[in-house]
């Protein structure tokens, strides 16, 4: 046996025994027995890194001479991989705790499992897309990987302050006992002098980046006069008109999850998006959630999802009350009993299954029905597999990364891109039937059927496919083969997968990680993802250009919204009727639109709205207590936000302030511009019932 299997051997018995007790005091004495073994008898050292590895995070490569004196957890990963994603929190969690300063230190070692993650590059884009904050080495032919004879990511392994190898945690789930052994560790080294405080000169890469319109835009949807894009790397979500403006900012750039009004709400890496009239419904990945994004209210809650990570594979809960786990996609369709647009389609990438929640009351499959809210499982074991069966529950996937739906002369389907298998697969809407339309192999346990190949099923090869759009005059799908960073269409009927747009074109895209198709227009917009772009290719004659994304002066970033992007100097506001308010009521601001007989909003201009709230009718003042800004609508009143009181410390007055901007043409089709800023003084008393303010805007 080799010098890493003996480690192997030993560390299985070690936490064989550390299963059989949950006593603290004991399982510390196991933990320093085990340390005493590995470092009085064992000895097993970790191989050097080699050293002409390209390293990120840092200023020069690491050796283990520079480790000494640190407890290192080196984390085994793969981008692409959900599992690997899963456990960054984990990370997180362990450098919160322990600085390096205080003796421990986290080392990425990534380690492809395709051919493009092999690519300094893109390893990088994929730091900041996760905001991993410690060094990563591109470990691209896998030889410490191969050395420590690992099996799968993630693995992560935690080496001695001497370099011995302590302890290995395999796949996912292990974040309590990764703490306490660590924890256990820097105690145990310290009392014997062999912990150092020296510093590891970080150089973190998230510092040398400017500031970007999108960051890693995962997702796109187009519907009706709007362009929904999920802001990935930013935590938010920009609806933005045909030409680019932006129409609503939702969610801040700081991870969080809260609901509220569009300043007030936090998302975490959200991904999937899909719009229904005036409701968004967005798959917020590391908050493991779904969200319904209210443009009418302006406001945002969670319709499923605890916020944190699940393992439930089959589902049933209501609402919040059911755990979900890394969804990625989302799409709205019909239930078998006929009713359209009354299920929505989630692509659970972190249990390897297709998911629904359900938009109304349903009859699902085998006569089961279900309430509006619930969620439950639709396909897939939860297995990791590129498995296809009649059988929905006994079919498999390997992280769905993407959803659309389609109409063929079989049936009503879901068209899945499966993105660790490399293929794109069906879902019958009338029984879950799964099958295969093109890409990987036969083989179901085979995930490393991937390539770049033009061809007829599984004679076409796809390399981490993360997008599909159904081109609905066309009887095919448009797909992002994302880690080959092209377009290529899928011939539903023949299974013929195509190039439509690749790497010999003026654009290059770079891992593109969503798309979506405006059949009447001829038009796919596509999620640029690590060229911080929305890219419009016009279909038929395959022509690329790019959408702007245009932040108007009057629709700045709400959370630098202050009085002085409102006021203009020497243009005194109109006075509403001063009222009561009391802490902890609510106040609804409503705006009366009055357009002129036969007028109409200009929907190729941005009529938009700002408020500010304040404790003094100053500009200068310090931070608002409240700031928004949004969309002005044709219909009157328009319920702009509701505002919770707070409890005032200083004064008991508030200002609040709102500026409108409309676009409109009148009867005789000319198009006219009109602005107005109105002010409404709240006097703060000690009682009284929520109130309403209007603000009257004839134009």
């Keep these: 046996m080799s010098d890493v299997g003996v480690i192997l051997e030993a560390c299985t018995l070690f936490d064989q025994k550390l299963q059989d007790t949950d006593d603290t005091e004991k399982r510390h004495k196991l933990i320093r027995e085990h340390i005493n073994l590995v470092e009085n008898k064992l000895k097993v ?11 990120m995070n840092v200023s020069s490569p690491l050796n283990l001479e520079q480790l000494k004196g640190k407890v290192v957890v080196l984390d085994f990963f793969t981008y692409c991989c959900i599992n690997c994603l899963h456990i960054l929190p984990d990370l997180a969690a362990l450098e919160n705790q322990f600085t390096i300063q205080d003796g421990v230190i986290v080392i990425g070692v990534h ?31 896998a030889t410490l990987w191969n050395e420590l004879m690992i099996q799968c990511w993630p693995t992560l392994v935690v080496l001695s302050p001497s370099g011995y190898i302590l302890q290995f945690y395999v796949g996912e789930g292990h974040r309590e006992k990764l703490l306490e052994f660590v924890n256990v560790c820097t105690s145990f080294y310290r009392d014997n002098g062999l912990l150092s405080k020296h510093n590891i000169p970080l150089d973190l890469e998230k510092y040398k980046r400017g500031n970007l319109s999108l960051k890693f835009p995962g997702k796109i949807c187009v519907t009706g006069k709007n362009i929904v894009v999920s802001d990935t790397g930013h935590n938010r979500v920009l609806v933005l008109s045909k030409d680019g403006v932006v129409q609503h900012c939702i969610g801040g ?66 609402g919040i009350e059911q755990e979900l786990s890394s969804p990625w996609d989302v799409v709205i369709g019909p239930s078998p009993d006929g009713q359209s647009d009354s299920v929505l389609y989630i692509a659970m990438a972190g249990t390897h299954q297709i998911w629904v929640y359900f938009l109304t ?71 879950g039937a799964v099958k295969h339309v093109v890409g990987g192999e036969r083989d179901p346990m085979n995930l490393f059927a991937y390539g770049d190949k033009d061809g007829v099923g599984i004679d076409a090869k796809l390399q981490h496919p993360l997008g599909v759009a159904m081109v609905t005059d066309s009887g095919s799908i448009l797909v992002v083969d994302s880690y080959n960073h092209k377009l ?28 979506s198709v405006d059949s009447k227009q001829g038009l796919a917009y596509i999620a640029d993802t690590n060229n911080h772009s929305i890219r419009i290719l016009r279909i038929q004659d395959k022509v690329m250009s790019q959408l702007p994304v245009i932040f108007p002066s009057d629709t700045v970033d ?142």
Excluded at 274 to 281: F, G, H, L, Q, S
Excluded at 369 to 398: D, H, I, L, M, T
């Design 111 to 141: 380690s492809a499992k395709f051919e493009n993650e092999k690519i300094s590059a893109n390893i990088l884009s994929a730091i900041l897309r996760y905001n991993i904050d410690h060094p990563v080495m591109n470990d691209d032919e």
């Design 45 to 55: 050292k970790c191989p050097q890194f080699k050293t002409d590895l390209e390293w």
């Design 361 to 431: 009351d349903v009859k699902w499959h085998k006569g089961k029905e279900y309430k509006q809210g619930s969620c439950v499982r639709f396909a897939g074991s939860g297995n990791e597999e590129n498995r296809n069966n009649n059988y929905p529950e006994k079919a498999a996937f390997a992280q769905p990364s993407g959803l659309t739906l389609g109409n063929t002369l079989e049936g009503s389907f879901l068209f899945v891109a499966d993105s660790e298998s490399s293929t794109i697969r069906s879902v019958a809407l009338k029984d």
């Design 558 to 699: 709400s959370l630098t919204i202050k009085l002085s992007d409102i006021l203009k100097p020497g243009k005194e506001p109109e006075k509403n009727e001063t009222i009561s308010v009391a802490p902890g009521s609510e106040v609804k601001v409503n705006l009366l639109l009055s357009l002129p007989v036969g007028g109409h909003i200009n929907d190729e201009a941005p009529s938009k709205w700002t408020a500010v709230i304040q404790e003094s009718s100053c500009d200068g003042a310090g931070n608002p207590l409240f700031s928004q800004t949004g969309t002005i609508q044709e219909n009157s009143p328009q319920h702009l936000f509701s505002w919770k009181m707070p409890d005032l410390s200083s004064s008991g007055r508030l200002f609040l302030y709102l500026k409108a901007k409309v676009f409109y043409c009148d009867e005789s089709k000319a198009c006219k511009m009109k602005e107005k800023v109105f002010m409404q003084e709240l006097i703060v008393e000690s009682s009284g019932a929520s109130k309403e303010v209007q603000f009257k805007f004839p134009v």
């Design 488 to 515: 290529k269409q899928v011939d539903i009927s023949k299974k013929q997968c195509t190039t439509v747009w690749g790497s010999d074109g003026e654009v290059t895209l770079n891992e593109p990680g969503g798309l």
């Design 253 to 318: 750039k700081e991870r969080g999850f809260k609901n509220g009004t569009f300043t007030q709400c936090r998302f975490d890496s959200p991904q999937g998006v899909v719009m229904k009239e005036n409701v968004i419904y967005l798959a917020d990945t590391e908050n493991h959630a779904i969200r319904k994004i209210d443009l009418q209210k302006q406001e945002v809650t969670t319709i499923a999802g605890t916020g944190k990570q699940g393992n439930d594979k089959l589902g049933g809960g209501i």
